[in-house]
């Protein structure tokens, strides 16, 4: 039984819910967010100010379908309210990031400054020159920016230098020793 997908979703004060042929589509104050459900046994039910996602049936697919599209839907209500937010730290000797319109410049070890554009939908602010901030109404699309900046400088393993995220562990390795036997 998924205890994810039998949870229901409540709908803010100005959040409206429509499913219409297939499309889930989500309106707030953020704006506007559309996800299509690609399974015909999984059911999207809206009853007043509450949406049920329901199985038709009991097969793996359509169970792991069914808490997905839930989630999913929970997290297009959640992100049209309150913007989701993925904080990145820089870390290196002379490493700094700024925001020069829209686009993100980062001075990270390379012989020349790296630029990134930041796409529709996203805003990405650095309240320092060592933290990149990347907010956004769309989950899945704040991950995806952030790990495509974060794939501009892995962290060296050794010193820590490199892009990581600010909840992330980052392990280090010791380095070589020499003349010990």
Do not use: W
Not at 34 to 45: A, P, R, S
Not at 93 to 115: D, F, H, Q
Request: hydrophobic fraction near 35%; charged fraction near 25%.
């Amino acid at each position: 039984m998924s205890r994810i997908g039998k949870k229901h979703i409540d709908i803010p004060a100005g959040v409206t819910v429509d499913f219409k042929d297939g499309v889930v589509t989500v309106k707030g104050k953020l704006g506007e967010l559309k996800q299509e459900i690609n399974c015909k046994d999984v059911l999207v039910k809206i009853d007043g100010s509450v949406i049920n996602v329901e199985r038709a049936n009991e097969n793996k697919q359509t169970r792991a379908y069914h808490g997905l599209y839930r989630q999913l839907i929970a997290n297009m209500v959640s992100g049209v309210v309150t913007p989701f937010t993925r904080t990145l730290i820089v870390a290196g000797v002379g490493y700094k990031c700024a925001v020069t319109g829209n686009k993100l410049v980062m001075n990270i070890g390379y012989s020349k400054p790296v630029e990134y554009t930041v796409p529709d939908g996203i805003t990405i602010t650095c309240p320092d020159p060592l933290t990149i901030v990347v907010s956004g109404m769309s989950k899945e699309f704040v991950g995806e920016v952030a790990a495509q900046i974060k794939s501009k400088r892995p962290v060296e393993p050794y010193h820590g230098y490199g892009l990581h995220y600010s909840d992330e562990v980052v392990l280090r390795k010791e380095a070589k020793t020499a003349g010990k036997k």
